[in-house]
């Protein structure tokens, strides 16, 4: 369904310069509620060599930062769905910009973790593989379901199991999705909260130097041009190097 919802490509960080991402593998991250581009780029320094990590700004103003699914309307954990969908689709309007890449993955963390299982929910193949860091399923029905239920993508799930924002509702729906779809590596984390750090650092840092050692796949799966506006012929704009993120502090989100 169209949407007027979209990212903004001058708000993309990039570990590489624009000549030095063809070819290379895609890994797209996307950051927590009240937090912006800057969230988890601070890890890319961590990440395999091989792959062009993108952090990208999600699209609603709040808090001083920026969320996907916006407070008013939508409860922690279970956003309205026509809410989620859109975030989703423009983040896939935006990715429909990019040239083609050998393979994509996705890395969230809170909402963005949210947004990890959404966009392979609604482009199912797309997507090789997905991080999502104390996140949840949105509460909803998606045709790329039953395509996940058949393809099991990997996807690894850390959490907290001293995190007490995400409702226990929240956590049961995305236990119980997650097995009935994807592949899951999923670990708790004593002594977490709502947070990303430590071992959990450590250990989804390992599953994507897996992911890259299972082999280059084809092209990434484009949806044929005029299904979901986007922002075609914008480039984005920004690059800094992983080493010199722009994000204040030790590379730990808490929210």
Same mark, same amino acid.
């Given at each position: ?45 961590? =990440?395999?060599?091989? !792959? ?30 026509? /809410?989620?969908? $859109?975030?989703?689709?423009?983040? !896939? ?42 996140? =949840? ?25 001293? $995190? ?22 999923? /670990? ?10 430590? !071992? ?31 922002? $075609? ?6 690059? !800094? ?11 730990? /989100?808490?929210?």
């Amino acid at each position: 369904m169209p949407t007027s919802l979209a990212l903004d490509p001058r708000y993309v960080l990039w570990s590489a310069p624009e000549p030095q991402r063809a070819g290379r593998p895609l890994l797209v991250l996307m950051h927590g509620w009240s937090y912006d581009e800057r969230h988890l780029f601070a890890f890319a320094q961590l =990440f395999p060599g091989e !792959l062009v990590v993108a952090s990208v700004r999600a699209p609603y103003a709040e808090a001083g930062g920026y969320a996907w699914f916006p407070s008013r309307g939508n409860p922690i954990g279970n956003p309205q769905p026509r /809410v989620a969908n $859109d975030a989703a689709e423009a983040a !896939l309007g935006w990715l429909d910009t990019l040239p083609p890449a050998p393979s994509t993955g996705l890395l969230g963390f809170s909402q963005g973790g949210a947004m990890v299982l959404q966009l392979m929910r609604r482009a199912p193949g797309r997507f090789q593989y997905g991080v999502q860091l104390a996140g =949840f399923v949105v509460d909803d029905y998606q045709p790329g379901d039953e395509v996940l239920a058949r393809q099991r993508p990997p996807v690894f799930w850390g959490r907290g199991e001293h $995190d007490t924002v995400i409702p226990r509702p929240a956590f049961a729906r995305t236990q119980s999705w997650m097995a009935a779809h994807t592949s899951p590596e999923s /670990v708790g984390y004593s002594g977490l909260g709502h947070d990303v750090a430590g !071992l959990e650092v450590t250990d989804f840092t390992a599953f994507l130097a897996r992911q890259a050692r299972r082999g280059r796949h084809p092209g990434q799966q484009r949806r044929p041009a005029g299904t979901t506006p986007g922002n $075609d012929g914008i480039s984005p704009v920004h690059w !800094l190097p992983p080493t010199g993120a722009a994000c204040e502090g030790q590379p730990r /989100v808490t929210t």
